[in-house]
């Protein structure tokens, strides 16, 4: 039997596309007729050739359909039916619509408070007119190693020479590190950060004045430039320019004039500060202030627009080696913009920082809000039988595909809108504990139209993922399948759906069992031996009033009944010391090539005894000996560095000053364990000390501050500011502590948005096989039976996204420790812990619907068939 000959597909289509709809019909039926008397008689191509002749013959007016045709769509009246078909849809399905909403609400919800947190970091140190050209000089310290450690503070003399000798360099401004300081103001004391910088620092960094001129302001040494909120608090509604400030340091005194009042300094600014002063006025304190090697200073450049910055890097490398005769370290710049971000340069090179932190919560946003749009996937793609009726009959009706799209999409922004609206109420709520968490002040500006615009784009985005493949989806099912119920099963739709439960749990392992490393790792930092005793210790800075009574201070505190121990250092143990490579010993390497730094640290009598401090050779200083003022105490590292088997009793001598080691530490932390110990050398200086230090009696301490309090105002009425050891040390990992508690809340909404979707896949299972079910239950197989076979499915589904989730962890883990160098090791059960936590929790979620389903009377579920 010959063939149906078929005409060209081209001019069959040119023909039904230009012909009006009302001759379509009988004009086709008469060119098909031809076309195949034409292949019967003449031949396929030539009945091909003459249908193509009729085809372009016809194409003329009269029988070519209007441009515009008289059709006025209702576009309100269709608009309208979407939405009353949604609503009722919304009101049929209570159950996956409520899953749908709650899933999209988390999931928008978490990445507006990421992305705010996140606007905010990026916002910081970006204000200033120059920050294009604006960059941070860092010094390169080559250790004996070989290895680089690179520090911020340069010596007095770089900024100069940089000027000098670069010619893309336009200018530098040099800035002291920040200390808190006591003025007096009209015979009130008050302690305030105070930073010493260059005349020029006004005109580089954007700061603005409010009073004074930012060219001249810091021209005169006896100049002080102050905040608003200080000129406010002492001055009232008076204009500060011109009053006498003083400021008090050790024994000294020293009067300014305010010349000028800056408006307060933003948050988003690592540079934080109520008063500056001319940096020259610190000349003075400073032993040999213009050598090279003496790094006290921040240096900051400005940059020619046309400069590159690794030409620059490349050219000041050596500067300090051919200018100031150090060969021991190298420079570099940094964009200034960056150095909040980029914090961590490790030999030499930037290796991260807060963006680590950054990148980590972008990905949680986006993660999230993922898992959220693939629910929606999923439980829309899963339930489309269920409306393959309503749109077999719309079909039928007249609907195409365009309008069956428009339905689906009026659903799901509908759905999209309402969580939208929600997410913004939960994000306003929750700020302030975020706030709290983070250590932020973050807002929302509604009068931002950058926050619209925002919100607009995680709607469209949202829309989009979540949306379109299922509109689409749904609005491709054939009317005659559709009608009969009987939906062709796709592989790859099944394959897809399985995909992403499978990516969702994947995703949930790596949040967990990132939080859980670090939880463990801040866990191991507050219980680590730090080889010293930070419980019950006080320390209170000493100010030019108290300093000069120290003695009489210790006196009357130790005979207090709540006080144990009073001792007193120039460091509180928070950070890195000062150090020096200064110091000479027995067989030291005089060729100057290999350098060896030492952490300095003065303290009184009695302070290593105080923080339990041990001795592993030798001894302490003490009261005993009146030379000890002359010797030196060192720890195991400092030992180890400079070679000495049996240091006690060698010659040491920096500084002008030669005395003889006579106890060796154990080694204890001074700093972060983010860095080794370093080697320190102890030096009994008690008229040289700073801050005091009070152990209290177990659950004293109470009485101790009171006391504290009541002797300090006895010798000063300087404000009493006083912290806790403990505290003090644990500030410095306040960024992982929010970074744990964080990555636990968002882990946590994590499995809550996957498990709910892996409840409306199983409800929707189980639905479906309900009368399967009822057959097996009839053919003898047991509950058990069937909640092993509702739960296979899922299992396999979660231990291959365990199996994903592994390794991701497993990474990011390894890079995050690696910025410590003191860590927790890695062991199997860190990451099995995850993958049993989420298999529980899905499991139980499937297993108790599956208990229901598999206690349902069978005879139920079969009576209709």
Not at 652 to 675: D, M, P, Y
Not at 777 to 805: Q, S, T, W
Request: aromatic share 12%; charged share 20%.
């Amino acid at each position: 039997m010959n063939k149906m000959p078929i005409p060209p597909k081209i001019p069959h289509r040119f023909f039904r596309w230009y012909c009006h709809p009302d001759y379509r019909e009988d004009i086709e039926g008469d060119l098909l007729e031809r076309f195949e008397r034409n292949a019967r008689g003449k031949g396929i191509k030539a009945a091909n050739w003459r249908f193509f002749k009729d085809v372009m013959r016809l194409f003329r007016p009269g029988i070519i359909r209007p441009v515009k045709e008289n059709i006025q769509l209702n576009y309100f009246g269709m608009l309208s039916n979407n939405l009353k078909t949604a609503f009722r849809i919304f009101k049929f399905e209570k159950f996956f619509t409520a899953i749908n909403v709650i899933g999209l609400t988390v999931g928008i919800w978490c990445s507006i408070l990421i992305t705010l947190w996140v606007q905010y970091e990026f916002d910081f140190d970006r204000f200033h007119r120059k920050g294009d050209q604006l960059f941070r000089v860092w010094k390169n310290d080559i250790l004996e190693n070989k290895k680089v450690k690179t520090m911020p503070l340069t010596a007095y003399p770089i900024g100069d020479a940089l000027v000098e000798e670069i010619p893309e360099i336009l200018n530098r401004v040099r800035c002291s590190e920040v200390e808190p300081l006591v003025l007096s103001m009209q015979d009130r004391f008050v302690k305030q950060d105070v930073m010493a910088t260059d005349p020029n620092f006004f005109q580089i960094f954007s700061f603005p004045l409010k009073e004074g001129n930012a060219e001249s302001c810091l021209q005169d040494l006896s100049s002080i430039v102050i905040s608003e909120s200080l000129a406010k608090n002492h001055f009232n509604s008076e204009s500060a320019l011109g009053k006498i400030i003083s400021i008090h340091e050790g024994p000294h005194s020293f009067d300014f004039k305010v010349t000028g009042v800056f408006y307060d300094i933003p948050e988003n600014s690592s540079l934080q500060f109520d008063a500056i002063l001319p940096v020259d006025n610190y000349l003075q304190f400073w032993t040999y202030p213009e050598r090279w090697g003496n790094s006290w200073l921040f240096t900051y450049v400005i940059l020619d627009k046309s400069a590159d910055m690794q030409e620059i890097n490349n050219k000041i490398k050596e500067l300090p080696k051919r200018k100031g005769d150090a060969d021991w370290f190298t420079l570099m710049l940094q964009p200034y913009a960056d150095q909040y971000l980029y914090s961590r340069i490790e030999n030499g090179q930037v290796s991260g920082g807060r963006i680590d932190y950054v990148v980590m919560f972008s990905l949680i946003a986006v993660f999230t809000l993922l898992i959220a749009c693939f629910n929606f996937i999923n439980l829309t793609t899963a339930r489309s039988a269920r409306r393959s009726r309503e749109i077999g009959i719309r079909k039928v009706t007249g609907a195409h595909k365009g309008i069956l799209i428009a339905q689906f999409l009026t659903e799901s922004a509908l759905l999209v809108f309402t969580s939208m609206i929600t997410a913004i109420l939960l994000t306003q709520i929750s700020l302030p504990f975020f706030n709290e968490i983070t250590a932020k002040t973050i807002a929302i500006d509604y009068f931002d139209t950058n926050f619209y615009l925002f919100l607009l784009l995680i709607a469209a985005i949202t829309l989009l993922l979540s949306g379109i493949y299922p509109a689409v989806f749904l609005a491709s099912f054939h009317a005659v399948s559709a009608l009969k119920g009987k939906l062709k099963k796709s592989s790859a739709r099944v394959l897809l759906r399985r995909g992403l439960v499978t990516f969702q749990f994947g995703l949930a392992v790596t949040l967990i069992a990132a939080t859980l490393v670090v939880f463990l790792q801040l866990t191991y930092i507050q219980n680590k031996d730090l080889g010293l005793d930070k419980e019950n210790i006080i320390y209170m800075p000493m100010d030019f009033k108290t300093a000069p009574h120290y003695q009489s201070i210790k006196s009357e505190l130790l005979e207090h009944t709540s006080i144990h121990g009073v001792s007193a250092s120039d460091g509180d143990f928070r950070s890195t010391l000062g150090t020096s490579s200064d110091p000479k010993w027995k067989n030291k390497d005089s060729s100057g090539k290999l350098k060896k730094n030492f952490a300095i640290l003065d303290i009184d009598f009695g302070l290593l005894e105080l923080l339990d401090i041990k001795i592993e050779q030798g001894r302490s200083f003490s009261s005993d000996f009146s030379t000890d003022s002359m010797h030196f105490v060192i720890n195991e590292e400092a030992a180890e560095v400079m070679d000495l088997e049996h240091p006690v009793g060698e010659d040491l001598e920096f500084w002008g000053v030669r005395g003889k080691i006579v106890g060796v530490t154990k080694n204890f932390h001074f700093a972060s364990l983010h860095e080794r110990i370093a080697p320190i050398i102890l030096r009994c200086k008690p008229t040289s000390s700073t801050l005091l230090y009070i152990k209290t009696k177990p659950g004293k301490t109470a009485q101790a501050i009171s006391h504290l309090e009541k002797i300090h105002n006895k010798f000063s009425d300087v404000p009493f500011v006083y912290h806790f050891l403990d505290e003090t040390l644990e500030q410095g990992y306040q960024g992982e502590m929010a970074t744990q508690k964080l990555a636990g809340y968002f882990s946590l909404l994590a499995i809550v948005i996957s498990c709910l979707g892996l409840l409306g896949l199983a409800s929707y299972s189980a639905e479906q096989r309900t009368k399967e079910l009822a057959i097996r239950k009839v053919m003898g197989a047991g509950a058990v039976n069937i909640i092993r076979l509702l739960l296979n499915e899922y299992f396999l589904l979660i231990l291959i996204g365990f199996a994903i989730g592994l390794p991701v962890a497993y990474h990011w883990s390894n890079t995050w420790l690696n910025s410590f160098a003191y860590k927790v090791q890695l062991g199997w059960w860190i990451f099995a812990v995850p993958g049993v936590f989420v298999l529980s929790i899905a499991l139980l979620t499937v297993g108790k619907l599956s208990l229901k389903t598999a206690q349902i009377n069978p005879a139920n579920s079969l009576k209709n068939e």
